[in-house]
């Protein structure tokens, strides 16, 4: 479906809306419904069972989104969080540089420098998007943090935190102390970051308030064990700096062992090949639809050694697009943090030298996927629209019906309470035809409806006993009513890494 | 436990800690480590299977938490979501009134005007608490809201919201649509509230950045139907607005039935003891503990028109604080948003004329009930500190230990997955002494320990069983491994209200 298709479907079913739409709508902000806030959560507990799944020593804290000044001063966003902006000398629009110029340079401008920039506008003939001008300013830096002052004396800023990450190298030295003081140590966060986009847009990929979901690995730079063995003959494909085909050409599919062959630390291709199982075989998007796209030196922050980001591509945007990212950030954050907090960051596990650790990234955008779970499993068959959402994921796992609504609502409700109270939550629906309200449910991603009729509320053979549909399947089978959690429950339980 | 022993120990279990904690702290910001972050997830999720669990019509969504000035113009927190705070004409120190008066007036300053608190601090002879002058300015209102800016203009005001409720009046007319236009609809909102508080203290009970749940619902003004029966006999623990004794007075008993008696609304009884069962039943707070406080006619927000105060005695914090509350707010807030947004936000249920929904507000602070959760829970036994969470709020469910690390270790790492796949999130520990590790899991709260020892992983009658250990009982079992998880889980399951 295109973009606009497929929001406007989204918005009709309660998944997600602008915020303060009776207002007009705020840009870059929206609001998550009942079905997008349910598969929200879900979402996130996947990735908590996978990624803080990978190590008995990693863990998910939650830590304040606002970030006193000296830390943002530390880390370099108040310096270099920025985005080049041109205004228009005509009529004082103000615009993202890469909004600007994304028709006759798609390829963005990622390393140029404002100079390089303001030529590129000039030599390609750039012009105003609002009035048409040619004249557009050189780009100056426009700093994406939200600013605000803490207390009554104005003398206090403070910034919502541009990426959750900082939150986790702040939180590095009490982990290290409540923990079990040894390396490597995980610490997650998902948690809102907060960006003030020049030009938000394409709803959940470009917004003012996100959620991000990131797991920093700090470890001893000297060894990184990992189990390497086990993933070593996992293709993955990937686009490698220096090796990028013509726009459009495939990835390359090479295996972890031959990324690893290429100069890449085993760690890192590790990682790499677990954040792969989780957008394939957790979050199901054809394998064929996901690349890992290396950035080049110029591409990457500096202090980024090595970063290939996760790509996804989606119908309803047209191409790959970036949903999370493996970054090796070697020791730059807990450097940074030391000198701005004048405390030595550096740990001593049990008989060994001091040591600084270093950082491995996992970040994954909350938002971004969400969309992606919906363009990739939102299909269309005929009149049947039905989102394939895996089991574990769907927003709603199970739907109760009562096929007369006069003679079975009591008991369908009863029912529904009764799994929601075993751990299973359950939607009563009683409108309309069980051909529409099987409808609604496949449109919802509901995986399993479950019919009560006259057999289940009679005195015959039936009693107790009702109808499972599937909805992929569309198979149904015939069953006892205390049998039911037991056989959707397997189904429903996010999958782990193996870690034994 | 004292304010200060209390956090002590919380911060150093890794529950909680200040914000920025390398940088000194921030003042008012607090993150939330391992067991904490897990505790709020799991309170929270208390929440939700209780609140949004009284009506299949209730229904969480996770709006945006930034809102633009339209909106906090139209809600009047823009002119009225101030404190009165009052500066030093000496040092010029800034200070809530409230603060300075606290010890001259313990029952604070609610419902004066800034000139008869002025009045007061001279009558009173009140002194600066940093220099010692006498000379206090008059107050003057500060607004608590966080202010930033949204895009690159400057022009476009935003706001960090205040309260989370807003967000759901707003989602009002979309939440109509999407859902099965009947009222009552509740809309439960789990979110960031941020308060600009000029003096934060009191760790969790005064913070610059909270989270709030909150339930809204929107019903017919002339009819909330509630099974009234079912709770008319219930004994609610109440302080009226007009029958106040002196401070310390223990509150009335009285029943649901008569409180409705005396003139409150079955709607509004039917809610508070529906609160009142949260805190005592789920929350398992000692009844004695609890109390509903009524606001006055000049205490409470001139739009609520009930308003009872959930309080909880807490021993750290010297009394009764409030962690909850149920406001009865009329047509206030979708009167004030249907002006501001110019868009009518009355409905017209199926075959009836069209209604303005009034608003019942159940609101509770998850970070005062996590403090509370200490407070009343963390028992010192001799030596021995215990978490006496109830089992479905504890971070850790189950401990997870090889009696002889060296030759059981596999097995119990093992045994830790497999609970951790079956959905019972399991911590491996083999440091120490079985007694340290018992000591350490009840300092956590943990409910069940199992300890896999030479006869689960032997050949003899012992093999694949383990031992369960339970928290408050200290009560040991053998039972074969596939028992375990059945034997937990009905223990881990929040209660949910009966609405049958």
Redesign the interface.
């Known amino acids: 479906m295109k973009l606009d298709e497929l929001f406007a479907l989204l918005r009709?079913?309660?998944v997600l809306?602008p915020?303060?739409?009776?207002?007009?709508g705020?840009?870059?902000?929206?609001?998550?419904?009942?079905l997008?806030?349910?598969l929200?959560r879900r979402l996130e507990d996947a990735w908590v069972?996978w990624f803080v799944?990978l190590s008995?020593d990693y863990?998910?804290?939650?830590?304040?989104?606002?970030?006193?000044e000296?830390?943002v001063r530390a880390s370099g966003h108040l310096e270099n969080f920025t985005d080049p902006?041109v205004t228009c000398e005509s009529c004082h629009s103000?615009f993202r540089a890469e909004t600007v110029l994304e028709k006759a340079r798609p390829e963005g401008v990622d390393g140029l420098s404002p100079a390089q920039i303001g030529a590129l506008l000039g030599s390609l003939g750039v012009r105003c998007p609002n009035c048409g001008s040619t004249a557009l300013s050189v780009p100056r830096p426009?700093n994406l943090m939200?600013?605000?002052?803490?207390?009554?004396?104005g003398k206090e800023r403070?910034y919502?935190q541009p990426e959750t990450a900082q939150?986790s190298y702040?939180?590095f030295?009490?982990?290290w102390d409540?923990?079990?003081r040894a390396l490597p140590l995980g610490i997650a966060v998902i948690g809102?970051a907060?960006r003030?986009e020049?030009a938000p847009r394409q709803i959940l990929f470009r917004m003012?308030?996100f959620t991000q979901a990131e797991l920093q690995i700090f470890f001893h730079p000297q060894r990184f064990p990992v189990p390497f063995d086990r993933v070593a003959a996992e293709t993955v494909p990937v686009v490698r700096a220096d090796r990028r085909g013509p726009e459009g050409s495939p990835p390359e599919t090479v295996t972890a062992a031959a990324l690893v062959g290429s100069g890449l630390p085993e760690f890192y291709v590790y990682h790499l090949v677990h954040m792969l199982r989780f957008l394939r075989d957790v979050l199901r998007y054809p394998a064929e639809r996901i690349r890992f796209f290396e950035k080049s030196d110029a591409e990457r922050a500096f202090y980024n050694k090595i970063q290939f980001d996760a790509e996804v591509r989606l119908e309803s945007l047209g191409g790959f697009r970036e949903v999370g990212a493996v970054h090796y950030r070697g020791d730059y954050d807990l450097t940074r943090?030391g000198q701005?907090?004048g405390?030595d960051?550096s740990v001593t596990p049990t008989g060994e030298a001091s040591v600084l650790p270093h950082v491995l990234e996992l970040t994954f955008g909350v938002d971004r996927n969400l969309w992606a779970l919906a363009d990739v499993h939102l299909a269309r068959d005929g009149e049947r629209t039905v989102w394939h959402l895996p089991p574990y994921l769907a927003p709603v796992p199970v739907g109760v019906f009562p096929l007369i609504p006069k003679a079975q609502a009591?008991y369908a409700?009863?029912l529904?309470?009764a799994l929601?109270?075993?751990?299973v939550a359950a939607?009563?629906d009683d409108?309309g035809t069980i051909g529409k309200r099987y409808a609604r449910m496949d449109e919802a991603g509901v995986p399993f409806c479950v019919t009560v009729d006259g057999g289940t509320v009679g005195e015959g053979a039936e009693r107790d006993t009702v109808t499972l549909r599937e909805r992929d399947s569309r198979a149904q089978e015939r069953l006892p009513r205390s049998a039911l959690t037991g056989r959707m429950t397997p189904a429903l339980?996010p999958p782990?890494p193996?870690?034994?």
């Open positions: 009709r079913r309660g809306w915020s303060a739409e009776i207002y007009g705020a840009q870059g902000l929206y609001d998550y419904g009942p997008g806030a349910a929200k069972a799944g008995h863990h998910r804290i939650e830590p304040s989104e606002l970030l006193p000296a830390v902006e103000a426009f939200f600013g605000t002052e803490l207390g009554v004396t403070a919502l939150a702040l939180s030295a009490r982990m409540v923990g079990r809102k907060y003030n020049i003012r308030s943090h701005g907090s405390r960051l009591t409700l009863e529904a309470d929601a109270a075993d751990g939607q009563y409108a339980r782990r193996s870690r034994a």
